[in-house]
């Protein structure tokens, strides 16, 4: 797939108000500061224009682009975990996070990002846990893989992994990325495309 453009189309904090076109919704989330932004500028080549910053915690709407003109919207979510922020205002964020999940019929898949520089994270694993629970499509795309076959990096996938396997019988599409070294973004947008072939035309 090629993207050939990618305009911002609007944000949201009420889901309600969300778009209601049927165009298939391909969303991504993680922890603040996993690398989010830089991912989606990266898969869009900038053209999303989604704003970096070195302030965990930035992104606190919905924010929609529409790609290749309105043919699939790619959809940024607030991240989770962010400590600095008041507890009543992670549980609204939460709350929203989870609604936009729950109740998007257009959502094909969301991307759930893991910073492949750390160990296994409780959070993480307790989101992926509620995502299967309530049967919501996703794939994971472990962030930050500037060296993707250096010892640590290898070590933390595979611990990931093995933390999935003791809940689930089969793990889910996975895929490296890294914006600095040109990883994993023809793997990700093969994915979408995909996706998109099987989707009825409206």
Avoid at 2 to 13: L, R
Avoid at 107 to 129: A, C, G, H, M, W
Wanted: aromatic share 12%; glycine share 4%; hydrophobic share 35%.
């Amino acid at each position: 797939m090629k993207i050939e453009t990618a305009s911002y189309f609007g944000s949201f904090v009420d889901v309600e108000k969300c778009p209601t076109a049927i165009v298939p919704e391909y969303a991504f989330i993680g922890r603040s500061n996993v690398g989010k932004s830089s991912l989606i500028n990266y898969l869009t080549e900038k053209k999303a224009d989604a704003k970096v910053s070195g302030s965990p915690g930035k992104t606190r709407t919905i924010n929609y682009f529409a790609i290749n003109t309105n043919k699939w919207y790619l959809v940024d979510l607030p991240g989770y975990g962010y400590a600095r922020t008041s507890k009543s205002t992670r549980e609204d964020w939460d709350k929203f996070i989870r609604t936009y999940l729950r109740k998007r019929v257009q959502l094909i898949n969301l991307f759930v990002l893991i910073d492949t520089r750390i160990p296994p994270q409780k959070i993480d694993l307790e989101f992926i846990e509620w995502l299967g629970e309530h049967q919501i499509p996703f794939s994971i795309v472990f962030t930050k893989n500037d060296k993707p076959k250096s010892l640590n990096n290898l070590n933390n996938r595979k611990a990931f992994e093995n933390e999935l396997l003791k809940s689930w019988e089969e793990l889910p599409n996975m895929f490296l990325t890294s914006s600095a070294s040109n990883l994993g973004r023809a793997e990700i947008l093969a994915f979408i495309d995909q996706c998109n072939q099987t989707i009825p035309q409206q």
